[in-house]
């Protein structure tokens, strides 16, 4: 059992895409959870992340672009992408926090190029 993410592909520059994430019950956490992104040759970084209450935190490099949103009854996570920059191309994770122990999804590649 694992969080499940889609919604990648090759979009163009100042295209949008929007990535989700499907966490089966037991994964589902409203303590914190968030995307990531690991471009080849880069270590993996925190994009996005919602934590208890609502709560957004947002790479510098994502602000005004990027928004995080979560489904609590749905159990979904989602990153909305928009004005999208080749610079953002990367594999995009989905990540779990609760009850000490973390969760990740397979990761969705994102390409962004004309």
């Known amino acids: 059992v694992q969080l499940q993410a889609s919604g990648g592909g090759l979009v163009q520059p100042g295209g949008s895409l929007r990535l989700s994430c499907a966490a089966p019950?037991?994964?589902?956490?409203?303590?914190?959870m968030g995307w990531y992104r690991q471009a080849p040759g880069t270590e993996r970084e925190l994009v996005a992340s919602i934590v208890g209450g609502g709560y957004t935190n947002y790479a510098d490099s994502v602000k005004g672009r990027f928004t995080i949103s979560r489904g609590i009854r749905e159990k979904t996570l989602a990153l909305q992408m928009n004005s999208l920059k080749p610079e953002d191309t990367a594999v995009y994770y989905c990540?779990?926090?609760?009850?000490?122990?973390?969760?990740w999804g397979q990761g969705t590649l994102v390409t962004v190029s004309s």
């Open positions: 019950g037991s994964l589902f956490s409203t303590y914190f």
């Open positions: 990540k779990s926090t609760k009850g000490g122990r973390s969760y």
